[in-house]
């Protein structure tokens, strides 16, 4: 079990660590919500083991500063490596990365370890231990796993790590080792610093989140629910900080929900044969002609909350179309409807999306194929119901000879707009950057539905800056990082952690 080795790793207590740590030791154990059987079945905890002098001490010292040139260099150097362990998934390969991250919190004395679901995939888990009796913990969620990359088409090998001119360059920098970089740096910074937080934080990097998160997230719930029992909140990709068009105001967009997959596989069948003697109907036409009805089959419009609140606030401080004030009401105007959905991310940010991706058939010119089919890649607005949206495909096809197969599909699930964690993100917008805070949908899906399913506040938000117009290379060529980014992340990271930690 995870959480015996991570108190294990906690109360050791080295004869090389300071007066300052072994007293911080104390105190925090003194305050920790373990059981009674758990500390006692851990000798450390003895007090015989501490220092004379700091026995009845109620107070930690002071915190010490934060050397952040020396946590720039190191993220930077760790990022680099980290990118280097070509993680492409498939096939994914991420347990070396795993015991990276683990080594790397290990030597801090900050307990941490790793799984492994399957042959050479990996899962790393990590506990900063808080003060905090009753406060649920924090998880920093972020996967090790990355899309493949052409370096025929980089300017630079993806998996170089190089940096150059201030960026760090490769495929994860941004997707999604940058993050967890920030995440496990801001842990450490915060660990030497000697600051206390009064919640435990938790970061787990997961593996296969580019593939659905099977062998990753999903696998760790299934699995694993025990590591993170005491978590009532969680970070992810999926959302971050925007520059207004003014470039000079930010604000922090706060993903709490996402559009979910209904991933479908349409079969159609009809005899086989030779293509010199076709009959009138083959499985290949009929497949066909589903499709091309499907093609014209309009989903509804339907703006959820999290859209509605974003056009808002985004109209109020960017000065968008008046409109957009009132979305829901705005797209009753065919018009407007028309011109606001030929923008292909804000159509799929109103209404079910559902698009045929993969087609197969015969694999020879001349033969008819006893079976044809497609998948279709559906993506379901939070509300949308499975089984409604399948029974109008149904209909839209309008041929029952067509067998339609479920390949990927979740539930819908969306954390509230309003929750300590948004007041804790909405502190740390105003204080660090005047910023106004926005909640949001992403029309993408990531591992954050698993926790939500466990009742956990998800959100997708890392404290970064990605300039919209260049999107950064995510999933795309010459994805790269800036130094600064970074290290301006994990200095947020830090003072959010401080915030939701009560230590601000
Ligand atoms: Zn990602």
């Known amino acids: 079990m995870l959480a015996t080795v991570l108190l294990h790793g906690v109360i050791k207590v080295s004869p090389r660590r300071s007066m300052t740590r072994a007293i911080a030791t104390f105190w925090m154990l003194s305050c920790l919500a373990i059981s009674g059987s758990a500390i006692a079945a851990s000798p450390a905890a003895t007090p015989n083991l501490l220092p004379a002098e700091s026995q009845g001490v109620t107070q930690a010292p002071p915190p010490q500063p934060i050397n952040w040139d020396r946590v720039t260099q190191e993220a930077t150097d760790l990022l680099s ?10 096939p994914g390969n991420e347990l070396d990365a795993a015991r990276m991250l683990k080594e790397k919190f290990l030597t801090d004395g900050i307990p941490a370890t790793t799984w492994e679901p399957q ?33 025929k088409e980089w300017q630079v090998p993806p998996f170089s790590g190089l940096v150059k001119n201030g960026e760090i360059w490769g495929r994860g920098s941004i997707d999604d080792k940058g993050p967890g970089v920030i995440e496990l740096m801001a842990m450490l910074a915060i660990k030497r610093a000697g600051i206390l937080l009064n919640r435990d934080v938790l970061f787990i990097a997961t593996g296969d989140e580019e593939e659905g998160g099977k062998n990753g997230a999903g696998w760790f719930v299934d699995h694993e629910a025990n590591v993170f029992a005491d978590a009532g909140y969680l970070l992810n990709e999926g959302g971050g900080i925007r520059a207004l068009s003014d470039n000079k105001r930010k604000v922090y967009v706060v993903s709490v929900t996402e559009k979910t997959p209904l991933w479908l596989r349409l079969t159609a069948s009809g005899p086989a044969g030779h293509a010199s003697i076709p009959p009138a109907e083959t499985a290949v036409t009929r497949l066909v002609r589903a499709l091309d009805r499907l093609s014209q089959y309009d989903t509804p419009i339907h703006v959820i909350g999290p859209v509605q609140d974003y056009y808002h606030t985004m109209a109020e401080l960017d000065h968008g179309p008046r409109q957009q004030l009132d979305l829901d009401a705005a797209l009753k105007d065919p018009e407007f409807l028309k011109q606001f959905i030929s923008d292909p991310a804000q159509n799929a940010s109103v209404r079910d999306t559902i698009t045929p991706t993969v087609l197969s058939a015969s694999q020879k010119t001349n033969v008819i194929s006893e079976t044809a089919y497609a998948e279709i890649d559906c993506r379901l607005l939070p509300g949308s119901d499975p089984k409604t949206v399948m029974t109008d495909i149904k209909k839209a096809i309008g041929d029952d000879t067509i067998k339609i197969d479920v390949i990927l599909n979740f539930p819908p699930i969306s954390s509230p707009s309003r929750s300590p964690l948004m007041t804790a993100i909405g502190t740390l917008a105003r204080e660090h950057d005047q910023a106004a805070v926005v909640p949001s949908m992403i029309i993408e899906f990531t591992d954050s539905h698993y926790f939500r399913q466990k009742k956990i506040v998800s959100y997708g938000f890392i404290p970064i800056e990605v300039l919209p ?3 950064k290379g995510i999933h795309g060529i010459n994805e790269r990082i800036g130094v600064k980014e970074l ?3 994990i200095q947020r990271m830090v003072d959010f952690l401080k915030i939701f930690g009560g230590q601000n």
């Open 81 to 90: 490596k980290y990118i280097q362990m070509n993680t492409t998934n498939p």
């Open 119 to 151: 042959h050479g995939r990996g899962i790393v888990a990590a506990r900063l231990r808080g003060i905090g009796k009753h406060n649920k913990s924090i998880i920093l969620l972020s996967h090790m796993d990355v899309v493949p990359a052409n370096p």
């Open 469 to 471: 117009s260049e999107g």
């Open 487 to 489: 290290a301006d992340g």
